[in-house]
């Protein structure tokens, strides 16, 4: 049976959640402002040019423009559909997390040209809300780790510790710097799980983040 959690604990982790939600909020608000919303507004606009083309008897031109408009909103779809993916992926949702993650290592791997190695199997014991905000930890990890240096190796683990409590651990053997922003992304996820966050330097010059979340972030026995 998991332990009960400390008022005050619970009272810490709940303030945390409400602040990583508003702060998610904003920047969902601000992506989606300055992206998709920017990129329909300029094909409406195109879409006008177009029409005022045809009418104008300059057909060429409107092909021109409405091909440009397509264009753009291929590149619009392509950006919610990310968007989808990075606020839950179907496959965690549909297969678990495992697959997921295999998936997300398969797909930077190919991309970035780096072997990633998953041994993730241990995540089964967390909840449901705590796969999925592991899941945005691991991904945010991954994604740190190759567009920096890039490094050659990364390997993902996750391990039942003997207390119980839940440890991940991303490392990679790039040798560009983290960057801080980033970092303190990562931080406030783990925050939110009521999870600690630490990262190591690497013997092979990488880094490590480490995230662990506590024994009562596991399923009911």
Do not use: C, W
């Not at 697959?99 to 780096?114: I, R, T």
């Amino acid at each position: 049976m998991s332990p009960s959690v400390p008022d005050d604990e619970r009272q810490r982790l709940v303030e945390r959640i409400i602040t990583a939600e508003q702060d998610e909020r904003r920047r969902l608000a601000l992506f989606l402002h300055d992206g998709p919303v920017q990129n329909l507004a300029g094909i409406a606009l195109m879409l006008d040019a177009a029409v005022n083309a045809i009418d104008d008897g300059r057909p060429e031109a409107a092909r021109g423009i409405m091909a440009s408009a397509l264009l753009r909103h291929r590149e619009t779809i392509r950006s919610l559909r990310d968007l989808s993916f990075n606020i839950e992926p179907v496959v965690l949702r549909d297969q678990g997390f495992t697959p997921a993650v295999l998936e997300l290592a398969n797909q930077l791997g190919m991309e970035h040209k780096v072997q990633i190695e998953v041994d993730v199997g241990r995540a089964d014991l967390l909840g449901e809300k705590e796969q999925v905000g592991l899941y945005q930890i691991v991904r945010e990890s991954l994604n740190q780790a190759v567009h920096r240096g890039p490094p050659t190796k990364i390997s993902v683990v996750i391990k039942e510790t003997p207390g119980g409590e839940i440890e991940t651990i991303v490392a990679d053997n790039g040798k560009g710097e983290r960057r801080k922003a980033a970092l303190d992304a990562i931080d406030e996820r783990a925050s939110t799980l009521n999870g600690r966050f630490t990262v190591e330097q690497g013997e092979d010059g990488g880094t490590a983040i480490r995230v662990v979340l506590p024994s009562y972030s596991a399923k009911p026995s």
